[in-house]
């Protein structure tokens, strides 16, 4: 079974700095998906980046990017110029080709003005 | 705005009680995800429909079930209800009806219920 782990609870990171996210993950498949979503306080789930595994490339959309490790099952989120709407949780997601997906437990990012 | 319409938005029942949630995906979206995430939790994939049939399943109790409909609308349906089962029950919608079935298409949520048991 795919197991998605973030283990880190909670981050803070004053505004404009730059925070890095982490997830690591356990599968046995080659191919897959990988997302990083966002639930502000008004409890929304917001799509932020997406990953295929196929690709080595790293997405980037905006201030967002990803570190995609596949060989260490390792895939972060790295927010630049940190802005107070981007207070919210953040949870990175696994999704296998037969659409079965599994978030992690979260993180709670707290951006300080 | 999504797309993605749940309703209610929220629902206060007593345990023992059934109810039914309601989900209408973003226009031309052809699968369906049910979600239920607890208090300060992640999310625990329940189900999946992809164009009026069932696709995948995770966590789904035996209580539950849910069904998707021709005009591609869902329903998640709890009975039995638990105290345990209080918790925010999300939907969300992918795969464009002119796009491809493969699961790289990214799921667009809802607004989620509330449900309370009492």
């Known amino acids: 079974a795919q197991t998605v782990t973030q283990s880190q609870p909670e981050m803070s990171v004053q505004e404009a700095e730059t925070v890095t996210l982490s997830c690591t993950y356990d599968t046995s498949e080659n191919n897959y998906y990988l997302f990083w979503y966002k639930q502000p306080p008004s409890r929304q789930m917001i799509l932020v980046i997406r990953q295929e595994a196929y690709k080595q490339q790293n997405a980037t959309e905006n201030r967002f990017s990803v570190n995609f490790q596949k060989a260490a099952k390792s895939f972060s989120l790295k927010i630049s110029d940190s802005q107070l709407g981007d207070t919210a949780m953040y949870f990175c997601a696994f999704m296998n080709p037969s659409n079965d997906m599994r978030f992690g437990a979260g993180t709670r990012l707290t951006v300080k003005p | 705005d999504s797309g993605v319409t749940q309703t209610p938005k929220h629902l206060i029942t007593a345990t023992g009680q059934r109810v039914t949630l309601r989900c209408s995906p973003r226009s031309g979206d052809l699968s369906v995800y049910w979600y239920q995430q607890s208090l300060d939790q992640g999310l625990q994939f329940l189900i999946q429909?992809?164009?009026?049939?069932?696709?995948a399943k995770g966590n789904i109790l035996e209580r539950f079930s849910a069904q998707q409909f021709p005009d591609l609308h869902s329903e998640l349906n709890l009975s039995s209800l638990e105290l345990g089962d209080s918790a925010l029950y999300f939907c969300?919608?992918?795969?464009?009806?002119?796009?491809?079935?493969?699961?790289?298409?990214?799921?667009?949520f809802g607004d989620g219920t509330r449900l309370s048991i009492l």
């Open positions: 429909y992809y164009n009026g049939e069932e696709r």
């Open positions: 969300a919608s992918s795969h464009p009806r002119t796009g491809n079935s493969e699961g790289n298409q990214p799921q667009h």
